[in-house]
T-cell receptor, first 115, second 114 residues
Framework: DQQVKQNSPSLSVQEGRISILNCDYT??????FLWYKKYPAEGPTFLIS?????DKNEDGRFTVFLNKSAKHLSLHIVPSQPGDSAVYFC??????????????FGKGTHLIIQP | DTGVSQNPRHKITKRGQNVTFRCDPI?????LYWYRQTLGQGPEFLTY????????KSRLLSDRFSAERPKGSFSTLEIQRTEQGDSAMYLC????????????FGEGSWLTVV
């Protein structure tokens, strides 16, 4: 049973436009959500996070939105740049401190930025 | 670069053999984690250490798997009697505290069981 779902295996976006990556979860105990970015042959790199007490967190070109009632979060990247091409993983934790011991990952979305 | 270091980066082994992976975390990081990632999936939590104590183990970690962190610094993950289903990337990560946004992953160790 997949508790964190990223239903789009891949997404293609034109450079300069907005990229929107979606993530749904089923476990209502999840309290902290994170996005990781992964290039080939590298480990995942932390990108941005959000606590369940918030509905939005912004860091430069990256914004994460959380709709707790819908159990849905999204990552917005604007404007999209070629270097953003990577696999993006959504992850969730039942611990408000975001303890990595309890991270559950989605399957990832491969974002491709077209020039 | 003093990031998380894993070796070997790639390992091909015959079914039934034992393999061991090593992880050197970022210096002074007291938490160390092992995850496994198979093709088309996200990383799956295996186990973690707070210093030398192994505090949590996933049900994915069968009795053929054992992890140690004897001095609270580097860690080893051993898989005994490997099976083809063990073929995956084994990721190590470390952090200073329990907050997920300070976790740093290594580049992973690819295991292929033939």
């Amino acid at each position: 049973d997949q508790q964190v779902k990223q239903n789009s295996p891949s997404l293609s976006v034109q450079e300069g436009r907005i990229s929107i990556l979606n993530c749904d979860y089923t476990n209502s105990m999840f309290d902290y959500f994170l996005w990781y970015k992964k290039y080939p042959a590298e480990g995942p790199t932390f990108l941005i996070s959000i606590s369940s007490i918030k509905d939005k967190n912004e860091d430069g070109r990256f914004t994460v939105f959380l709709n707790k009632s819908a159990k849905h979060l999204s990552l917005h990247i604007v404007p999209s740049q070629p270097g953003d091409s990577a696999v993006y993983f959504c992850a969730a934790s039942p611990y408000s401190g975001g303890g990595a011991d309890g991270l559950t990952f989605g399957k990832g979305t491969h974002l491709i930025i077209q020039p | 670069d003093t990031g998380v270091s894993q070796n070997p980066r790639h390992k091909i082994t015959k079914r039934g053999q034992n393999v061991t992976f090593r992880c050197d975390p970022i210096s002074e990081h007291n938490r160390l984690y092992w995850y496994r990632q198979t093709l088309g999936q996200g990383p799956e939590f295996l186990t973690y250490f707070q210093n030398e104590a192994q505090l949590e183990k996933s049900r994915l970690l069968s009795d053929r798997f054992s992890a140690e962190r004897p001095k609270g610094s580097f860690s080893t993950l051993e898989i005994q009697r490997t099976e083809q289903g063990d073929s995956a990337m084994y990721l190590c990560a470390s952090s200073l505290d329990s907050s997920g946004n300070t976790i740093y992953f290594g580049e992973g160790s690819w295991l292929t069981v033939v």
